[in-house]
């Protein structure tokens, strides 16, 4: 069983809907997590991080953690062209240069 | 230069030819790390550098080496290309010492071994 399961996809939404992207995890000691977009044909680049349990807000995007139940979400509201990527999570543990397990990436399709 | 920069972008190899990806950051970042990216397997690590001169083994090393003789470069040796080794790979680095480990990946070169 993988560390961290994320849905594939593909996702294909209307612009201005509200997009919910989720992993699940298996490992406790996980606490960063983060949220990674990736353009076709570019590398993956940091959206948005978490540490521990609890929310997060920036602009359109709201990352949620659960610890307890182990699951991890990120919320895109009034999604756009532009939001159209690959989503991945990722999650490291407490020590400082723990290496990321990274989900498999969520392929997202915004459609005007 | 400016962050991560990878080489060649794309290559097109035959099966047995030695292969080097090259990857410079100008960050000064003391980690770095060699990804490949497969459709359905996600992000895997190959090998990762916490600092120069030290190297270790990710989850999929086999048929693959790294050296880290700097703090800029990290190249990514295939000694003897197999198909499996078709992939899209990416180099990251971050500073490890911050309070959460943020990576800063390359653009990716796009492997095809034949």
């Known amino acids: 069983q993988k560390e961290v399961e994320q849905d594939p996809g593909p996702l294909s939404v209307p612009e201005g809907a509200i997009v919910s992207l989720n992993c699940t995890y298996s490992n406790s000691a996980f606490q960063y997590f983060m949220w990674y977009r990736q353009y076709s044909r570019k590398g993956p680049e940091l959206l948005m991080y978490?540490?521990?349990?609890g929310n997060k807000e920036d602009g359109r995007f709201t990352a949620q953690v659960d610890k307890s139940s182990k699951y991890i979400s990120l919320f895109i509201r009034d999604s756009q062209p532009s939001d159209s990527a690959t989503y991945l999570c990722?999650?490291?543990?407490?020590?400082?240069?723990?290496?990321?397990?990274f989900g498999e990436g969520t392929q997202l399709t915004v459609n005007p | 230069i400016a962050g991560i920069t990878q080489a060649p972008t794309s290559q097109i190899l035959a099966a047995g030819r030695r292969m080097t990806l090259r990857c410079t950051q100008d960050m000064r970042h003391n980690a770095m790390y060699w990804y490949r990216q497969d459709l359905g397997l996600g992000l895997r690590l190959i090998h990762y550098?916490?600092?120069?001169?030290?190297?270790g083994k990710g989850e999929v090393p086999d048929g693959y080496s790294v050296s880290r003789a700097n703090t800029d470069d990290f190249p990514l040796t295939l000694a003897s290309a197999v198909p499996s080794q078709t992939s899209v790979y990416f180099c990251?680095?971050?500073?490890?010492?911050?309070?959460?480990?943020?990576?800063?990946f390359g653009p990716g070169t796009r492997l095809t071994v034949l």
């Open positions: 990722a999650m490291s543990g407490e020590t400082s240069g723990s290496r990321l397990t």
């Open positions: 550098s916490n600092t120069a001169g030290t190297t």
């Open positions: 978490t540490y521990s349990s």
């Open positions: 990251a680095s971050s500073d490890s010492r911050a309070s959460y480990n943020e990576q800063f």
